[in-house]
């Protein structure tokens, strides 16, 4: 009885590496990449590992000199151009920790570039705005203030200046 192949077919790794890759060249791999390589992926001489930098696209390198720890990448075919990808966004109004997590976790793995959080700010447009209006009303502390109107004004302030106001607390945080 014949063997059944691998599923799918064909299948090669892929590996992201930081120099830029060209037709011809040779890429020394050690530590973590060529741990991947040869230890999990199982790689030996002649085998197929499909490169890509971020700047050219993706390559076919073909294994040589497979060492213990360390091996060499020979660059041979350019398969395609880089994909130009666009700018996602999420913008959120999370309710509940647990979920956040998992929808966190979603939105890095599907590449989403942002994720503003609108339950933030609105409520800070909810304090801002609600207390002017309980001024301006005469009431007390103790009457409750509609948080849609706000969660609808955060949407639109994340909207159009999202980017500057992430930017602008991650500055001020020192985080960038």
């Not at 999370?94 to 700010?121: F, H, M, S, Y």
Request: aromatic letters at 10%; a neutral charge.
């Amino acid at each position: 009885m014949p063997a059944t192949p691998a599923w799918p077919p064909d299948s090669s790794p892929r590996l992201f590496v930081e120099e830029p890759l060209t037709h011809g060249a040779q890429v020394r791999l050690d530590g973590a990449q060529a741990h991947y390589l040869l230890s999990v992926m199982r790689v030996k001489d002649g085998d197929t590992v499909r490169l890509f930098d971020d700047r050219t696209g993706e390559w076919r390198g073909i294994a040589t000199q497979v060492r213990k720890r360390d091996l060499i990448l020979d660059v041979r075919d350019h398969l395609r151009e880089r994909e130009i990808v666009p700018n996602l966004w999420l913008c959120i109004a999370p309710t509940k920790k647990g979920r956040i997590d998992w929808v966190i976790e979603k939105a890095c793995e599907l590449g989403v570039d942002r994720i503003l959080p609108i339950i933030l700010i609105s409520s800070l447009v909810g304090a801002i705005l609600g207390s002017i209006w309980l001024v301006a009303k005469g009431r007390d502390r103790a009457t409750p203030i509609p948080f849609g109107p706000y969660l609808a004004i955060a949407g639109w302030v994340v909207f159009f200046w999202g980017n500057d106001l992430v930017d602008g607390y991650l500055h001020f945080a020192g985080l960038r």
